[in-house]
């Protein structure tokens, strides 16, 4: 055997073990080519929930700045600095959607945010406000709202607490958007009942 030919097969066997014992220590059970394979298919996930983040504006409700014409890129999706009043239920501002675990999801799970998306509810029990448009999310197909929760938990974790919920009977400290009724009429009598 020649040296050039025994350095090609003592480096193919190298990498051979490298993945045998990779998949030992890491308990896979995946194949090399399964594994090199699944961070390219984990990319394209993450760049899919990019594009959905990006076309569906949450960084509108979730960047601050954005609402008052300056959005502060660097605090990209940490939450917004406006707040929306609904009637009789109060002010709601979009929370922190970065990894950071003190103020962000950062302890929320792939599964808790899709389940936040698709029914409304956070792991806590609470129910998003309205203002919240799950209810798009929720016709969303499971791949796409995996995607969406892979790029939320691939981001730079931002450490910034987004102020709120704050109830009807209180006032918020920041700025406001509201949705009111006319003047001349009851919020809700003109709307029909389901």
């Known amino acids: ?53 990006e076309f569906g504006g949450c960084n509108d409700c979730h960047t601050p700045g954005y609402f008052l014409g300056k959005p502060d890129m660097s605090l990209y999706l940490s939450g917004s600095n406006v707040g929306f009043e609904i009637p009789g239920m109060g002010t709601f501002v979009g929370p922190n959607l970065t990894p950071d675990k003190e103020t962000g999801l950062g302890n929320w799970t792939k599964e808790e945010i899709i389940t936040a998306l698709q029914t409304g509810v956070r792991p806590d029990g609470r129910v998003l406000a309205t203002v919240m448009p799950w209810q798009a999310f929720a016709k969303l197909n499971k791949q796409d709202v995996g995607a969406i929760a892979d790029y939320l938990k691939s981001l730079q974790p931002v450490r910034n607490k987004a102020a709120g919920p704050f109830g009807s009977d209180q006032k918020a400290p920041i700025f406001v958007m509201a949705v009111r009724p006319p003047a001349d009429e009851t919020f809700g009598a003109d709307q029909p009942k389901h």
Not at 9 to 27: K, N, P
């Open 1 to 53: 055997m020649t040296t050039k030919r025994l350095m090609k097969t003592t480096a193919r066997h190298a990498v051979i073990i490298a993945c045998m014992v990779h998949g030992v220590f890491a308990g896979s059970t995946e194949s090399w080519a399964e594994t090199a394979g699944s961070s390219d298919s984990t990319s394209k996930q993450i760049a899919r929930g990019k594009y959905l983040v």
